[in-house]
């Protein structure tokens, strides 16, 4: 009967941990202290970009973009390893130095289902707010690899995310200027979860009732283009 028992235990595994056998990396955008020195956007390029850029703060929290970013990037490895998936973090900490071609390497070595990379986004206007999630191009020979996979991904978890949040749906955009993008032979996207230069977005993206909606969105997401890549 150990072997019944086995299969039905299987079975009843595979139903409650749908990210079983997914290895997903979370990126918490940025850290403590930005890294202004220069590194190729991509590899074999003469064009540089800055390593780590100190990223936005919230107009009316006055939180920095990586404390946000690390609050969602450790919430999200609970859910996701609650749903059977082996994950990986860049960091938990805000003390690091890791560039973000390094980033994408670390994802590169550990051979990922997905990187998940995390961030808040800021404009000049205050009144734009919303949701979008960003995805290597398909037009980009560093990428043309990873393009499909990704922008099916960033397609799913922008739906779980809006679905979750009511948030301004910004919408899914290709990119061939991002370095951690570029670096990257693995499936990636990265997340504007809102406008920290929008002073209502801002108190939302700090209250932990609506961060647990972008992780619930962001994990039915995942789930869903695992479940239909
Ligand atoms: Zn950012």
């Known amino acids: 009967m150990i072997v019944h028992e086995t299969l039905t235990n299987m079975a009843a595994a595979n139903s409650i941990m749908p990210l079983a056998g997914k290895k997903i990396l979370i990126d918490a955008g940025h850290q403590g202290k930005g890294n202004l020195e220069k590194e190729p956007i991509a590899p074999g390029s003469t064009v540089m970009k800055t390593k780590v850029t100190y990223g936005t703060t919230g107009v009316a929290t006055g939180i920095p973009e990586y404390v946000f970013t690390l609050e969602m990037g450790l919430k999200l490895k609970e859910s996701f390893a609650a749903m059977g998936a082996e994950v990986f973090m860049i960091r938990e900490d805000h003390d690091v130095n890791i560039s973000n071609k390094e980033r994408a390497l670390i994802g590169n070595d550990l ?79 990265l997340i504007e979860c809102g406008y920290m230069s929008n002073p209502q977005e801002d108190d939302l993206l700090s209250d932990p009732t609506y961060q647990a909606r972008l992780v619930k969105g962001i994990l039915k997401g995942t789930i869903e283009y695992f479940t239909n890549q």
């Open 111 to 189: 051979n990922v289902d997905l990187v998940i990379k995390i961030h808040a986004d800021g404009a000049a206007d205050e009144k734009i707010r919303g949701i979008s999630i960003l995805y290597p191009s398909q037009h980009n020979k560093h990428t043309e690899k990873i393009a499909g996979k990704s922008r099916l991904a960033a397609t799913y978890i922008l739906d779980g995310l809006i679905a979750n949040t009511q948030a301004e749906n910004r919408g899914i955009k290709a990119r061939a200027d991002i370095t951690g993008f570029n670096w990257s032979v693995v499936p990636v996207v």
